[in-house]
C-alpha cells in the first residue's frame, strides 16, 4: 500500500510475498508459486483496478470493496477480484518456511479448548480442505469467542459473515496442481505438518 494517504488504496499493489519463491519448497514449489503468485494473485490485483476504475470503489481499502459487494449479484466481479486478492496475502501469509510445530501458547490453550487439542484441530482443517468441492478455501477462524474451522468456496470468506479470519489454505487446483496432481490431500497434509504459520495465526487472534 502507498504511504501517501491522498491516493488511497487505490491503485491496489500486489504485496511482496513474505519470503522467497524458493523458501516453501519442496512442500511449494517456486514453479507453484511463480504461477500462482506471479499470474493468479497478480491477476487478481490488475483485474480489481481495471473494475473499481471510475467506480464508486475507485479509491476504497479491500475490506470496504469486500464489504459493499458481497452477496450482490450485479457486484460479483469486484467481490470476486477483490476477495481473491486478499485471500491470497492472507494466505501468503498464513505459511512459512519451517512453519507447522507447536503454535505459540496462548493461541495453543485457544485450539486446545476448542479441539481438544492440536491434532484434531490439524485433522478439522485437513477434512474441511478436502469436503471443499471444487475451487475454494480452509480457514481457522475465530467466531463469537470460539476457535472453528469452516470452509468457502470460490473467493468466499469469513469476513463476510462476522467471523475473524486466523489462517487459511487454498484449495484451488492452481496452489497444489503442478506439484501433487489431484492429491489434494498431500498437500494439505504438508502444509499443515511443515508451512502453516501459528505465528501469524496468533497475531490474528490479537
Ligand atoms: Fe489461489
Redesign the pocket.
Known sequence: MSDDKTKSASPHVLPSLPYADTALAPVISAQTIGF?YGK??RGYVDNLNKLVAGTEFAGLPLEKIIAGTAGKADKTAFFNNAA?TW??TF?WNSLRPKGGGEPPAALKQRIEASFGDLDSCKKELAAAAMAQFGSGWAWLVLDGGKLKVVKTGNADMPLTTGMKPLLTI?V?E??YYLDYQNRRADYVNAVLDKLINWDFAAKNLG
Open positions: 500462482h493468479h494473485h481473491q485471500n491470497h494466505y487454498d484451488w492452481h496452489a
